[in-house]
């Protein structure tokens, strides 16, 4: 089971708070492991522009400003930029399912700040990591529910709504979700 590209909608039982509500886009997974990025939990007190500043990266008056979100636990030190497949940095920027970018080098920082780059974006720092059979145990244990994830919706600024809207994409009422999982 390959699950990069897809979108992890984290159930009512999942146990780990940091992963409450979220939807996580998996940007690749093998049996190695694998590793995601966070699209609904906005960091509250850093702007796309406060970080262009503290990277002394110049804004031009038509730079482009962009979300920054929690990634995942796991060095949120490191910024990745999520975007649309419209623009590729070659060796740096990782193809996703052919439907989804993910650059994690200043380059993409810079033509987001003169107005260029891709035409949907989003920041993410730090990321989500599983390690070899992690994800597929906790699929397994009904942590998550996995989707094809719609670009229209991991790029949508309604960061609070994602989560339901997700579900109601896939004709799921959230309040008929079960913090129980049963097997056949």
């Given at each position: 089971m390959?699950?990069?590209?897809?979108l992890l909608i984290?159930?009512?039982?999942?146990?780990?708070?940091r992963f409450e509500r979220s939807l996580v886009l998996i940007?690749?997974?093998s049996p190695d492991g694998a590793m995601g990025l966070v699209i609904n939990k906005p960091v509250e007190?850093?702007?796309f522009a406060?970080?262009?500043?503290?990277?002394n990266i110049p804004r031009a008056p038509n730079g482009r400003d962009i979300r920054v979100h929690l990634?995942?636990?796991?060095?949120r030190g490191r910024g990745f930029v999520l975007h649309s497949p419209d623009y590729m940095s070659v060796g740096a920027t990782m193809l996703v399912s052919?439907?989804?970018g993910m650059t994690a080098t200043v380059d993409i920082l810079e033509a987001l700040a003169r107005g260029q780059g891709p035409s949907s974006a989003l920041m993410a720092l730090g990321y989500s990591g599983w390690g070899p059979g992690q994800l597929e145990a906790e699929v397994q244990r009904n942590d998550w529910l996995t989707a094809e994830a719609p670009s229209e919706l991991v790029f949508s600024d309604d960061?609070?709504?994602?989560w339901t809207g997700m579900l109601r994409h896939m004709g799921i009422d959230p309040l008929t979700l079960s913090s129980t999982a049963g097997h056949a």
């Open positions: 390959d699950l990069s590209g897809s984290a159930m009512p039982s999942m146990a780990d708070p940007c690749a997974h007190d850093l702007s406060g970080m262009l500043e503290q990277l990634g995942g636990p796991m060095e052919g439907k989804f960061d609070p709504g994602k």
